[in-house]
């Protein structure tokens, strides 16, 4: 298992605390700092250089989708996965372009907040269900600047595209286009760089924006 040193960024106490305490008890974890604003969160970022850092949105001083922004740009690598209380769809697809790898509800059961976490962190690439189903129902925005088009993509990674968008892991994908794990893991590679794009979650928001799609059996 991936081990992630992890910066947690919320301005409230009690928020830091229970994320603390929750991942205490996993070992995939490692807690290496705590900021209480948005400017906190990218100095700490710089100068302790996590894995990932859990990002409140609604903080003083600089926003969380303003740090993940800046965060970002300094150091692609770092993983950002945002935390809040709301589930605005604006909010989700306004991370994803600044580059988070997704998006935590705060009441989520905190077993399944566990398991949402480690799915989105995953390097099998798995978007967990309730992701992909906010993507597919609800970004139907306009396409960014500077958006690649879809006819860059060969016939074969524009099926791996339609699967991406309905959420299904490598394993899944491979098993219903009968090809390896490692041919998807390939195939998906260069999709992200022919389309410019940092990660799985901005290429399942991109299948949407362009009209891919493929029913779940």
Not at 28 to 43: D, K, M, S, T, Y
Not at 47 to 67: F, H, K, N, T, Y
Not at 143 to 149: D, G, I, S, V
Request: aromatic fraction near 4%; glycine fraction near 6%.
């Amino acid at each position: 298992m991936n081990r992630y040193r992890v910066l947690i960024a919320d301005d409230h106490s009690l928020s830091r605390a229970a994320v603390r305490t929750l991942l205490d008890g996993e070992d995939g974890f490692e807690l290496i700092g705590e900021a209480r604003n948005g400017q906190e969160a990218v100095e700490l970022a710089a100068s302790l250089l996590p894995d990932l850092v859990l990002m409140d949105i609604r903080m003083p001083q600089l926003d969380g989708l303003e740090a993940t922004r800046l965060i970002k740009k300094m150091n692609s690598k770092i993983k950002v996965v945002i935390l809040t209380v709301s589930d605005d769809v604006s909010d989700l697809f306004t991370a994803i372009q600044y580059g988070a790898q997704g998006y935590l509800l705060k009441n989520l059961d905190p077993d399944d907040w566990l398991h949402y976490l480690h799915a989105l962190l995953d390097e099998s690439g798995e978007i967990p269900r309730e992701m992909a189903d906010r993507l597919l129902h609800g970004f139907r925005v306009e396409k960014t600047a500077n958006e690649q088009p879809p006819t860059l993509l060969t016939g074969r990674e524009r099926e791996i595209l339609a699967c991406v968008a309905v959420g299904d892991t490598n394993k899944q994908v491979a098993e219903r286009l009968i090809i390896s794990e490692n041919t998807v893991k390939n195939h998906i590679k260069n999709i992200l760089e022919k389309l410019n794009l940092d990660n799985r979650v901005q290429l399942a928001a991109y299948a949407v924006r362009h009209g891919f799609r493929l029913e779940k059996p």
